[in-house]
Structures are given as structure tokens and as C-alpha cells.
């Protein structure tokens, strides 16, 4: 098992992930569900993994739900199928357990479009904001905030502040300009945005609905001002999972990452889902960074307990402090 697993770390470290042989006469949902009664591992999987992935997660959620799930595990391992910041922020709440993602490389553009160096920059020139920070950053970020918040809590957390604090909002200056429309506040915001959001094309959609006139268009707060006001419905993933349970209409136009329409199928089977059109010639809109995980991978990271997410002592405790105030605000709100 010693060289075997050395020379899997040495495959790790050359591509971000494993891509070792696995026998193909191989149940691998059986053998993930083996691995995680054999490790005491849970499977948390964010609603755009794919349909495999989500079939044999142990819970299935938007960010908030995947942190509160982190937050009160027993288990022994966290085994993350979403990107790198969401199996950071398992890590950052759970320092003493294992916590793996099957690819090192599932980042996520909006983390990227925030590097804090630059953003300590920002900060520093304006001493008396309170920073929010969307839950797609990395800690590094998170060090930097007071608040962390994700699209199901945003505008609860914003609008516990008293009107006249004055707030920076990154890294989504989609979901920050939306916050701030509704609320009448004047945030600063941060020009960061997600790619696959900011690709629908508010064309496409006007000639989707001309089309399907019964069709109602919900939409993530991530995506662009001209395509939200389209929209007859706006809210994170399990808000828009929620509203076509629960709505008396039949058909949907739905403008986020094309993953989610699984669980909306699962969830409401009579009726009809339509991915919105992104504005490229491939019409695809899936999430390139969480769609790089796959059975294969997760099935390898279970066995050998890798990549695993680590990370400095200080940083994390820096991290841990505004997380720790979204799960309590959070629970305060009934979230
Ligand atoms: P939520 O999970 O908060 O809906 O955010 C969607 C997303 O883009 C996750 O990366
Ligand atoms: Fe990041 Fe957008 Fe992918 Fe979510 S969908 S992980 S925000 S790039």
C-alpha cells in the first residue's frame, strides 16, 4: 500500500488529481459507498455535480447548505464534490478531519477574480466599510472579511446592517448590484463575476419566451443586471429548486449552471425545464471547474485519501471568524 500510495501522491503532484487504472469490471457506486462506510466519510455535492455524483451523495446543496452540513458532521472525512473554495471552507470549520476534493484544479472565476493582495489594496482605502464577502473566495479572502455570505443569505445579512454602514461587497458585482437595487444601499462592489453567469445571452432568452409565452425565467443572482430583470423569479440554487416545487406554473426557463435541472426533474417530474441559452456557439453552460469532477476521480480520491485540502494554522483561524458569523446570522434568519 506504501508504494502505491507514494506513487499515486507523485501523480497527484504532476496533475492536480488521480488518473490511476481502476478495474473496469468495477461497481464504482457500490465501491464509493463501501469507501465511505469503511472511512466514516460523508459525500457533500453541490447541485451542479453531475447526475452520477449526485446519485450517490449523502447531501445535496447550494453553499449554505453544503457549509451548515460541514458545519455539524460526524464524520471522520468530508469528501467534497464541488470546487476548491467550498472543500476549503469544510476544512476551515473542520481542522481536525481529512477533507478531500477529486480535483485540485475545480476552482471557480470568481474566486479567481479576486486576488487578496490587490484587495487588501482596496480595503485598506476605505477604513470604515465592512466587508461582505460572497462564500466563492478563497480564505485568503475570507481572512480579509467581516461577513461571509452566499445567494441564499446576501440580502438577509445585508439588510441586518444598519442603513447607513457603509459596506464593500466582493467578488460578485453582479450579485452586489443586484443587493444593491433592491435594497436601496450604495455598496461598494468588487468587479468580479462568475463566467458561466455572465454568458446568457438576454437575446436568446427574449426569443425563448416569444416562444414559450407560458414559460416562466428564474435566474441566480450571479447573472447580469439585463438578464435578472428579465426575470420572473431570481434566488440561489435551492431557492429556484424550491420555486419549481412550488409554483402553480408548468414550464421554466432556468438561467443558471445546467446541473441544477437534474434535481429540478427529480423534484418536480411533470414539468417542463428549459436551460437558458448562453450567448456562444457551443450552447453549453455548465461549469467547466465543477464539472471536472467525475466518478472516476472521486472514486480514487476516496480510496486514497487524496488530494486533501490543508492549510496554515493562522490563515484558518483568520478565515473561520466571518464564516462563523454567516452560520449564525444564518440560523438567527431561519436559513
Ligand atoms: P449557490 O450554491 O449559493 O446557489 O451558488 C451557486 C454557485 O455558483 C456556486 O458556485
Ligand atoms: Fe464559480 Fe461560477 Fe463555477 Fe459557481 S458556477 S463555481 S461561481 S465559476
Redesign the pocket.
Known amino acids: 500500500m506504501n508504494v502505491e500510495f507514494e506513487s499515486a501522491k507523485t501523480r497527484l503532484n504532476e496533475i492536480g488529481y488521480l488518473d490511476l487504472a481502476i478495474d473496469p469490471t468495477l461497481d464504482l457506486f457500490e465501491e464509493i459507498q463501501k469507501l465511505k462506510k469503511d472511512k466514516n466519510a460523508i459525500l457533500l455535492a453541490?447541485?451542479?455535480q453531475e447526475p452520477d455524483i449526485q446519485d450517490v451523495a449523502d447531501f445535496i446543496?447550494?453553499?449554505?447548505?453544503?457549509a451548515q452540513q460541514a458545519q455539524k458532521t460526524k464524520a471522520d472525512m468530508i469528501v467534497f464534490a464541488?470546487?476548491h473554495?467550498?472543500a476549503e471552507t469544510a476544512k476551515i470549520l473542520n481542522p481536525h478531519k481529512k477533507v478531500l476534493l477529486p480535483d485540485l484544479k475545480a476552482g471557480?472565476s470568481?474566486s479567481d477574480s479576486c486576488p487578496p493582495p490587490l484587495f487588501k489594496k482596496f480595503k485598506e482605502k476605505h477604513p470604515n466599510h465592512i466587508v461582505i464577502t460572497y462564500?466563492?473566495c478563497s480564505a485568503g479572502m475570507k481572512a480579509f472579511s467581516d461577513i461571509i455570505c452566499?445567494?441564499?443569505n446576501a440580502m438577509k445579512i445585508v439588510e441586518s446592517l444598519p442603513i447607513d454602514q457603509e459596506i464593500i461587497f466582493a467578488p460578485d458585482k453582479n450579485l452586489g448590484n443586484y443587493i444593491n437595487k433592491r435594497t436601496g444601499r450604495n455598496m461598494l462592489l468588487w468587479n468580479g463575476a462568475?463566467i458561466?453567469?455572465e454568458l446568457f445571452s438576454m437575446e436568446k432568452i427574449m426569443r425563448l419566451k416569444e416562444r414559450h409565452p407560458e414559460a416562466k425565467f428564474i435566474a441566480?443572482p450571479?447573472c447580469e443586471e439585463a438578464v435578472l430583470r428579465l426575470a420572473d423569479f431570481v434566488?440561489?440554487?435551492?431557492?429556484?429548486i424550491k420555486f419549481v416545487s412550488e409554483d402553480i406554473g408548468q414550464t421554466f426557463i432556468v438561467g443558471?449552471?445546467a446541473g441544477i435541472i437534474y434535481k429540478m426533474q427529480q423534484i418536480a417530474p411533470g414539468k417542463t425545464l428549459i436551460p437558458a441559452p448562453p450567448d456562444n456557439a457551443c450552447a453549453c453552460n455548465d461549469?467547466p471547474?465543477?464539472k471536472l469532477n467525475t466518478l472516476e476521480k472521486l472514486y480514487l480520491c476516496m480510496k486514497y485519501e487524496l488530494p486533501e485540502i490543508t492549510m496554515e494554522e493562522h490563515l484558518r483561524v483568520a478565515a473561520k471568524r466571518p464564516i462563523d458569523k454567516m452560520l449564525e446570522l444564518s440560523a438567527k434568519f431561519g436559513l
Open positions: 453541490h447541485y451542479y446543496g447550494d453553499s449554505l447548505g453544503l464541488g470546487v473554495f467550498m471557480c470568481l462564500i466563492n452566499t445567494s441564499s462568475c458561466v453567469h441566480h450571479e434566488g440561489s440554487t435551492s431557492q429556484l443558471t449552471e461549469c471547474h465543477m
